[in-house]
């Protein structure tokens, strides 16, 4: 098994007053950016961050140094840093901006210098009210101590960061619906193309968005170097993870390992296993819209390519775990009311779909299903797939609800022939791999074959 890492959370874990400039300072804080800002070039920072192999850790896994490397020269940029953190079972984003404050906005200094940036916002959820009133005075004491502000560290560099609380709204978390938000308009997620923000964003300019872990990951690789970097975690996903583990664990919290770790071995050996030691009945292995793993899917590494071939999605790292008194059908009912509430409603597919597909769920919970209701519900993820202008109508719209009724199928099927909330033994509530199909390359694209459906029944 991989070995507990700290690279990112070892200060963390060993000084709880690391928002106080000065407590950081003392353990070493900000002499990455003086180094950087002293002895690179902007060019030498992204090729730095390219070379790390770094993949952004906001949920899509793009590698960051590309995406950098996609920004127009069309001044003025601007840096957005994603710390909208909605996605159900995810929270290390929390855990960095309440307890190391000081490296994320490092990281927004580097990558700032790196892209010849001079104005940068940091967008928090609207409900962390206690740690948007710390990163305030965080801000403040960062330019009080010279690195922000005008000719900062004597470098001719000037920069400003900015912190901007959100209202809630879990589509500020999809990169143009931040933007539209951040320019005060309604959070509706942009037409594609352009494609990136780093082409078209914030008022009309180049703009890069990335996520909270990814800045305090980039001040790590610009400390240690990114050949050392590159030697934790495998050649597809370098680096230092952070592992949310919830749900029905006997330890949940923030776990930092490298991308080598298997599922299982997260459940059992670092989260200690289930409590009572019940039966697991599945894992959603990064966050809400990452598609639903059984029993026999848990033997895989936690790296973003190995996710990608079984279906799934390494996303925010947010693993949700379920015993066998789970009922699938009240949980996918759960992730899908979630999905209706969150719904910006712009797209026609999503607006009216996902509200629909909520509603027949709630139908089979209650003992009203049809025996038509699964193939319907398998249709309309159809006609949503595709066809909205931002992933939520995939995700956490269809996702969550094409994964769940395919490989719970025998469990959907007892409710609705029962006519009543079914919770059957684990072993008879999924089907195995080799009675449906992933159809890549898009996550949660399954498809049952005829023989399972038969042999469930109908």
């Known amino acids: 098994m991989a070995a507990p890492i700290s690279v990112l959370t070892k200060e963390l874990r060993e000084n709880p007053r690391l928002a106080d400039i000065d407590v950081y300072i003392a353990q070493g804080g900000y002499k ?37 490397g996609l920004c127009a020269e069309r ?65 403040k004491q960062t330019k009080a101590h010279g690195f922000l502000g005008k000719d900062i560290l004597g470098t001719g560099f ?49 703009t890069i968005v990335n996520n909270v872990e990814t800045m305090a990951q980039v001040e790590r690789i610009l400390d240690m170097g990114a050949e050392a970097y590159k030697q934790i975690g495998s050649a597809d996903s370098t680096g230092p993870r952070l592992f949310g583990m919830c749900g029905h664990v006997k330890k949940p919290g923030i776990y930092e390992y490298d991308s080598t770790v298997t599922i299982r071995e997260l459940i059992y050996d670092v989260a200690g296993g289930i409590p009572g030691d019940r039966k697991l009945k599945g894992v959603i292995p990064g966050g809400i819209s990452a598609p639903i793993l059984t029993p ?13 071939k079984i279906g799934t999605m390494g996303g925010t790292g947010g693993m949700i775990v379920m015993d066998e008194t789970t009922s699938i059908v009240d949980a996918l009912l759960n992730a899908s009311s979630f999905a209706r509430h969150e719904s910006c409603g712009q797209c026609t597919p ?25 193939e319907l519900l398998l249709d309309i993820c159809v006609q949503i797939h595709g066809r909205t202008v931002c992933v939520f109508g995939q995700a956490p719209g269809v996702w969550p609800v094409r994964t769940m009724i395919v490989k719970y199928w025998p469990e959907f099927k007892a409710c609705i022939d029962q006519k009543r909330l079914v919770v059957l033994p684990v072993d008879e509530s999924y089907l195995k791999p080799d009675q449906y199909e992933f159809v890549p390359p898009v996550p949660g694209n399954f498809r049952l074959k005829p023989e399972a459906v038969a042999a469930a029944g109908g």
């Open 296 to 308: 026999l899917e848990i033997d895989v590494p936690a790296e973003f390519g190995a996710m990608g």
């Open 75 to 139: 001044f003025p940029l601007y840096l957005c840093v994603n710390g909208d953190e909605s996605e159900p079972g995810s929270f290390k984003d929390r855990l960095l901006l309440e307890g190391n404050p000081h490296r994320v906005i490092e990281g927004m200094i580097i990558t700032c210098f790196a892209l010849k940036i001079n104005l940068g916002y940091l967008y928090m959820r609207g409900e962390f009210f206690q740690i948007i009133d710390q990163m305030e005075a965080c801000l």
């Open 32 to 68: 990455t950016v003086e180094k950087v800002l002293k002895s690179m070039t902007p060019e030498d920072i992204v090729n730095e961050v390219k070379n790390s192999g770094l993949k952004g850790r906001g949920g899509a896994g793009f590698a960051t140094g590309m995406k950098w």
């Open 158 to 206: 000037d920069l400003e960061l900015y912190p901007q609380a959100g209202a809630g709204a879990y589509i500020c978390g999809e990169e143009t619906g931040l933007i539209e938000s951040l320019e005060g308009n309604r959070p509706y997620p942009r037409l594609k193309p352009p494609f990136f923000p780093a082409a078209i964003g914030l008022w009309g300019q180049p």
């Open 350 to 374: 999503c607006r009216e779909g996902v509200p629909w597909m909520n509603d027949i769920l709630r139908r089979i919970k209650e003992g009203k299903g049809r025996s038509e209701d699964l």
